[in-house]
Every structure is written in C-alpha cells, then in structure tokens.
C-alpha cells in the first residue's frame, strides 16, 4: 500500500488547531473541577440516572394492604405476552375469597420484550413496568425474575399497593 | 310428520319434537342455558327465545312441540332483543370473577355475552352474596355466586345417576344450588355436573387451577378405563395430558361417561411412564434405547424354543395382537399365550348405566384374536410351567393402566421366577424394578400414541387415532413384536449432512417416524 505524504504548506500550520483544541479541554476541565454541580458525565456505576416513574422498564408485582400478591394468576398476561417469558403455576388458597393465587411467578427478563402488553392485560393492576432498566447479572439464571424479586425487591420497600382492591370492591356491591 | 319452517328453511321432523331439538338436528345456533339434550326440560333460563308467526310474544323453543306449518325464527331483531336482556338478568348477581374462573374460554356466559349481550348493566342494586368454594363432595366444588340456576346438575342427579344430591335451596335472588347437610355430591357420575355446568359454578377438584383451557388442544379418542369403551375427549398440551370429557355417542356412553374413565389421562403422562428400556442383572441396571433393548433380546427368544411363553393383557389394540400373536406362533411356533385377568370376581359385573367390572378395553379383541389363532391355554399352566420350570423365557405385555390391576404385584413376583423375563410396559412400577433376576423392560406406548381398534363389550369395533407423543422413543407392542423377532422396522433415518461437528446421535439409536415431528422434544440443531 502506498502512502501519500501530503506536504503543502497550508499542512505545516497544525500546530495552532492543536493548541486550539488543548484550549478547550483546558477549559472544560478547569470548570468542572470548580463547578461540580454543573458537570455532565456520571460517575457510572457508582452515580445512576434514574428515569422517570412512567418509564415502562422492568415489571413489578404489586401487592393488597396485607402485603400478599394482588395477582390472581388469571394467565392473561401469559397468554397476552408476545415474547412467552412469563410462566405462571397457580394453586388454590386456603382463603376462600382470594380463591386462585400463583405459588410461582417467574419473568425471563432476557425473553421479554418490554411491550408493556402484560400491564395491559391485567384486570387487576397486579404488574406494572416500573423505571428500573439497568439490571446487570453474573449470570443467565440470575435473569429469571421469580416472586420474590418482582414484588419484594429491596428497592420497591415492602411493595407498591395496587390499585384494584377487592374488599373495597365488595363493599360497593360489585 | 308435521312440516314447519325454521328461520326460512322447510324441514319435516317426527311428532312430538321440541323446536330446539329440530334446531339441534338442523345445526341451527340458539342460545339456551337450562336445556341439556341428555336431560328432560326444565324451561327456566329464558334463553333459547323464538318468534312464531301469529304469535304476538316470543317463547321459548325447549318445552314448545313443532306443529304443522309453524313459521320459527330466531333471527330477527325482536329475539335478539329478548336475548340480550335475558342475559342482563342471569348476569346481575354473576360476580364477573372470569380471572379466577375455572370455566373462562368456555363458558356459556361468555359466549352469549359475544354474540348477544354486549349491553350496559341497568342495575343499582348491590349484588347478592352467596357462598363461594363450597366443597360439594371428594370430586367437586360449587361457586354460589356464579351459578346461574338452570339446574341441569340438579336435573342430572336426579335423571341419570338417580342420587338425588342436589337440589335447590331459598327463593328469589337468594336461590342456591347445594345437597342437605350430611349429604356429599359422591357417586360415579358426579363430574358429569361439571361438564354439564355452563358457568364456572361446578369445578372439578382434579383439574381445577392447573391449566387455562385456551391452553389445551383437543382430540377424540375412546376411554381405555374399562369394557364399555365410551367415546371421549382428551385434552392436552405440551405439558402432557390434563383431562378427559365424554363425546356424545349414541351408541356407547350418550352424553356422560364414569369418574374413574376421567383418571386416565394420569398414566399416559412422563411422570407416571416409563422413559427408557432397562435390563437388570442381578439388581444392577443399565439403561438403554428401548428398540435397541428390544433388538437385543432377539436371539435370546430364538434360542428359547419350548421354554419361552407369553403373557397378554387386554389393554392393547386388536392389530397389536394379530402382529404379537402371529410373532409367537408362527415365528417362535409356541403356543404357550396366556390371557392375565385381572380382577376375576368382579369382571361381568355392571352397575347399571356405564361401569363394567372388566377394566380391560378390548377383552373381546383379545380373545378374537386368540380363537383366531387357536390358542387354549389355562392360567394353571402357565403356573405350573413356572414351578416346574419347563418355561424360562417370558414375555409379558403388562398393564398400561396399572391402577386396574390389583393382582399386579402378585403376579411380578410369581413371573420374576422365570430365568429371563422381558417385560414391557408402558409406566413405571417399583416393584418391576426392583427386581434381580435377569430382567429386560421395554416402553411401550398409550393408547393416546398409537393408532388402533378397540372392541367393546358389545362387540362393537371403535378405532383410535394417535392424539399426540409423550414418549417419543417408546414403541408400539407391534413394532416390539417386529423387533423382539429379529425383524426390523421401517425407521426414521434423517438425512446425513458431511459436518464438521460430531453430532449427539448415538449408534444404537431408534429413530422413529414419529420423532420428527414430535412436539414434546425441543432438538437444538448442530452448530
């Protein structure tokens, strides 16, 4: 390959865009050592930019007032989700007005797709997407979301309470 | 033979037909709750509304007889009206509880909502509470709050088991369905309620929570349970076999069939089978491809001559013995073929509607086919061959649904003395492998696998198609005939493709035809 050596005499003026361009990053960086506030890089992964609530990331389970499941295991988001990472097993509850409950909830994060086609499926507000997105993991069965995870994450502090209450519901005869 | 016509169509029917059976007959669609073909007519759901010409209000078609130049139609905008507020009124003590509904995807409430509700509830009354998960009896559950009052499982107590357990209870809103205290829904039929039940207010226990019916796909095929051989449904997915409802035929079973057909989808699942052949010496096993473990007791049975015997059980299809039969006796030329009873004191027994006391498919075929090729044998003989040990090689085609056998155990102890023992089945038994002698056991396939005839008790020949794969490997007691006789059997051979890559393919693997198109195996391709 041969190489072209380009020596006109506008070339040999190089010095001063290189200066020009030390003048700037002297700049920046004299403003972000005294002004901190106004810096625009992160300290990734110490510092993390938190998105906004309505931002459909990964899913949560929420929770009734006595802290127990709101899902009712219906399936629908199952059946809805495009991906097929949701697999649910349902059993019987020994509380005769909570009737079906899923024993196991389990979400491949990897699989999904983050539609949001669950959270639209549910008649009771039992899954949300919430504003986490950045869920890094050693390894692949570290992805798979199980009940615990979805609706008891440190994070979430105790659960988020749904919506759709039931005793509110059959107290106004519904 | 009175003429009338139905919705613009003339048709003639016999004296005495309600419309909604000359609808029936005529695949017209109407919509009704209480009317249940297999039951008398009860008229309370309001549901199945037709127009007669002449008639200034419309009536309901189940307990109306055609008579001669009615004009019907239940097209028009007037029944559809009445429909639709026929349903308002079922619907407003319903708790619309569908999410935790056992019946949803194939409830009769949601399917008339679709086609003629779709309206907006006009009630401000507050809804009446019943009671919710009643625990009728061992086999049901009752959901006050849902059942909708057609009393079809009241009906069907009364009418066809002819228990009387249920009955209704309180006026009004309040009615419920329930049995008297002390009193449980237990008999034979009980889940025939279910199945009858167009809301989710009957579920049954065995199948309750487990799958979401929009899940499983469904295929006809007949009971194996016992003689009677009713005509039904399985239902399935890649999960494996979850239940079993009757099929209407006329000839065998009607509308219903028994409790104890609706367990026989438990034996055909993985769990419960048995997934590889084995061949045990002296109490250590080796596992191996159940048509390679077949293949290899060829010339064992060979060298066997006088010494080598057979025992059959009914549980087989009538082309599986003709090929095993034929094996033996013209092949190996014994005649030593005995036919294993199971439970000897209660095999003519019949209860009056569908059970029978012989739990064997096809006893008929069975025996047909032994007449066919002339083999009288007695059951003392093959004992007495046993102890004396003039037989040494036996081969036994075991039970498929091993619940039916309670001489089982018995009878593995009493064949294990012969020196090598060939067994195949298709579950799994403890007993069976637990054994020290020299014994081999090879899979074999259910009778949702395989195609087939079974003959009734009546002598009536019904054929089966294959449903679906469990086991993919296991074999047909047919192709286990081909193969302990040294034959070979038409096999899969995918094509060879030159790769680089050495594949997972193991020499002495049976690829059968079934194979490639099996559901249950997820192969991964070679990288």
């Known amino acids: 390959m041969s190489v072209v050596q380009n020596n006109s005499e506008k070339n040999k003026w190089y010095l001063i865009g290189i200066l020009g361009g030390m003048v700037i990053t002297m700049k920046h960086l004299l403003k972000n050592l005294f002004n901190k506030k106004k810096m625009d890089t992160l300290n990734y992964p110490e510092e993390k930019y938190e998105y906004s609530n309505r931002f459909k990331g990964n899913h949560v389970l929420t929770v009734k007032k006595d802290g127990s499941l709101r899902c009712t295991a219906c399936m629908l988001c199952a059946t809805n989700c495009p991906a097929e990472c949701i697999k649910i097993t349902a059993a019987e509850h020994n509380d005769p007005t909570v009737e079906k409950f899923p024993i196991s909830y389990e979400i491949d994060i990897l699989r999904c797709i983050f539609c949001g086609f669950c959270e639209e499926a549910c008649p009771v507000d039992a899954i949300r997407m919430g504003p986490e997105w950045q869920t890094p993991a050693v390894n692949g069965s570290k992805f798979i979301y199980d009940i615990n995870h979805l609706a008891y994450r440190p994070n979430l502090k105790g659960g988020i309470l749904s919506h759709v209450d039931d005793e509110e519901r059959h107290k106004s005869g519904i | ?527």
């Not at chain 2, 199945?195 to 295929?219: E, H, M, N």
């Not at chain 2, 007949?222 to 000839?251: A, D, H, L, W």
């Not at chain 2, 079973?253 to 055909?268: A, L, Q």
């Open chain 2, 1 to 527: 033979m009175p003429k009338c016509t139905i919705n613009g169509k003339e048709i003639e029917v016999k004296n005495g037909t309600t419309i909604i059976e000359a609808m029936y007959e005529n695949k017209q669609s109407i919509a009704h709750y209480c009317y249940h073909p297999g039951l008398s007519v009860a008229g309370v759901c309001r549901l199945c509304m037709v127009e007669i010409e002449g008639n200034p209000r419309v009536q309901i078609a189940c307990n109306t007889t055609i008579a001669e130049g009615m004009k019907i139609n239940n097209t028009s905008a007037k029944v559809k009206d009445a429909v639709k507020w026929g349903l308002d009124f079922h619907l407003i003590n319903h708790p619309l509880d569908c999410p935790i509904c056992d019946q949803a995807g194939e409830c009769g409430l949601q399917d008339q909502y679709m086609e003629f509700g779709k309206y907006d509830p006009e009630m401000a009354e507050k809804k009446q509470k019943k009671h919710k998960v009643v625990d009728l009896g061992p086999t049901v559950v009752l959901d006050s709050e849902r059942c909708i009052l057609c009393s079809r499982c009241v009906r069907f107590t009364d009418e066809v088991s002819k228990t009387h357990e249920l009955g209704l209870f309180n006026r009004g809103d309040r009615t419920e369905i329930g049995t008297v205290e002390g009193i449980q829904l237990n008999n034979k039929y009980s889940l025939n309620v279910v199945d009858i039940c167009p809301v989710g207010a009957l579920t049954s226990k065995d199948f309750r929570f487990r799958q979401r019916v929009w899940y499983l796909k469904d295929s006809e095929t007949i009971c194996t349970g016992c003689s009677t051989g009713c005509s039904v449904k399985v239902y399935f997915n890649k999960e494996g076999m979850f239940r079993v409802k009757p099929v209407y035929n006329e000839q065998v079973n009607g509308h219903w069939m028994c409790d104890e057909g609706r367990g026989i989808y438990k034996f055909t699942n993985k769990e419960a089978r048995l997934l590889k052949a084995k061949k045990g010496q002296g109490g250590t096993w080796t596992e191996l491809a159940p048509g390679a473990a077949a293949k290899e007791v060829a010339p064992l049975l060979k060298k066997a001559g006088d010494s080598l015997a057979l025992v059959l059980t009914a549980q087989y299809t009538v082309e599986e013995y003709e090929t095993i039969l034929s094996t033996f006796v013209n092949t190996f030329k014994t005649k030593k073929i005995f036919f294993w009873i199971n439970n000897k004191e209660s095999f003519d027994s019949f209860d009056g509607l569908l059970l029978r006391g012989d739990k064997n498919p096809n006893t008929k075929g069975l025996l047909k086919t032994l007449q066919k090729y002339n083999v009288t044998t007695s059951w003392a003989e093959l004992k007495s061959g046993l102890d004396s040990g003039a037989i040494k090689t036996l081969v036994v085609a075991g039970p498929e649904n091993q619940a039916v056998f309670p001489d089982l155990h018995e009878r593995i102890a009493e064949f294990s003395k012969a020196q090598n023992l060939i067994w195949m089945q298709a579950g799994s038994n403890e007993k069976l492998e637990s054994l020290t002698g020299n014994v081999t056991l090879i899979p074999l396939k259910t009778f949702v696998e395989k195609n087939g005839t079974f003959i009734n008790h009546q002598g009536l020949e019904q054929k089966i198609k294959r449903v679906t794969t469990i086991v993919s490997e296991a074999l047909t007691l047919d192709q286990a005939a081909h193969l302990i006789s040294g034959e070979e059997i038409p096999v899969f051979v995918p094509p060879t493709t030159e790769t680089l890559v050495e594949t997972n393919r193991r020499p002495d693997e049976v690829m059968l035809e079934h194979r490639k198109k099996n559901e249950f195996v997820f192969r991964r391709g070679t990288l």
